[in-house]
């Protein structure tokens, strides 16, 4: 028994369909920061707020970050952490500039048609190669 050939008209809607949920995929994806902010990276904190806080204070006495956490019963990844977030070097906060400045060059960037839409009447290539009121000829064709 021979499988029946599908047409080729199904199989263009079925993938004219596929690429409209990809681009409905890739919209929300790109909302979803916006609606429910951006989350930290990586598991939570293994610390309270009055702990960060006690880092940070011995942090500041310029203690080392292995007394620090020998003295305050944190691991050294969570001082790290600890002091990274005020630091801005953290994880999320690295992420958190990345995204803010990926946006920034999205924003900037102009699509080639609105640059082609933004140019002045006449510097177009064709208009170029033809010469410009010269008749066609073209600006080398006639000399000066």
């Given amino acids: ?8 008209r199904f199989w263009d809607e079925h993938w004219k369909l596929v690429d409209r949920w990809n681009a409905l995929d890739r919209d929300w994806n ?3 920061p916006l609606i429910d902010g951006l ?5 939570p904190l293994a610390a309270s707020e009055a702990q960060a806080a006690y880092v940070l204070k011995l942090h500041r006495q310029r203690k080392s970050l ?3 956490a020998d003295e305050t019963s944190l691991s050294l990844r969570t001082v790290r952490t600890i002091i990274g977030r005020a630091h801005f070097s953290d994880r999320t906060s690295m992420k ?7 946006q920034h060059e999205r924003a900037l ?3 080639e ?4 839409r933004a140019a002045p009447a006449g510097l177009g290539r064709d208009r170029d190669r033809q010469g410009a009121g010269t008749g066609g000829q073209g600006a080398w064709a006639g000399g000066r």
């Fill in 1 to 8: 028994m021979s499988q029946p050939v599908l047409p080729s």
């Fill in 66 to 68: 292995r007394s620090i």
């Fill in 30 to 32: 790109r909302i979803i």
């Fill in 109 to 111: 960037e102009v699509p």
């Fill in 39 to 43: 989350r930290d990276v990586g598991r």
């Fill in 113 to 116: 048609a609105n640059r082609r």
């Fill in 96 to 102: 958190r500039r990345k995204i803010a400045t990926d």
